[in-house]
């Protein structure tokens, strides 16, 4: 059974950083293809990035400069680091394979962007 644990949410004025992390078990995470995701209050929950077993990377517009995502199958673990922080980044992130694997959401990692 797949696992997802995610950390390393917080509160951050506008303009800083944070750096996710998203820890998998119980899957063959290096052959996976996998995914940050985030739901605002009241939206649905988005891909904001992917990044392939092959290490191609993919943004959505709004965060595209901004966000990096990179995995170390070493860990098994997946990170998003986040720069240039907005108000409108505020959500819950989520990390899962691409496409998700429906049984496994963890919990999120809440990220507040306010002053």
């Known amino acids: 059974q797949v696992q997802l644990v995610e950390s390393g949410g917080g509160l951050v004025q506008p303009g800083g950083s944070l750096r996710l992390s998203c820890y998998v078990s119980g899957s063959t995470f290096r052959w996976n293809d996998m995914g940050w995701y985030r739901q605002a209050p009241g939206k649905q929950r988005e891909l904001v990035a992917a990044?392939?077993?092959?290490?191609?990377?993919n943004y959505t517009n709004s965060v595209k400069g901004r966000f990096t995502i990179s995995r170390d199958n070493a860990k098994n673990t997946m990170y998003l680091q986040m720069n240039s922080l907005k108000p409108e980044d505020t959500a819950v992130y989520y990390c899962?394979?691409?496409?998700?694997?429906?049984?496994?959401w963890g919990r999120g990692t809440q990220v507040t962007v306010s002053s």
């Open positions: 899962n394979a691409d496409p998700p694997f429906s049984s496994a």
């Open positions: 990044i392939t077993s092959n290490y191609w990377t």
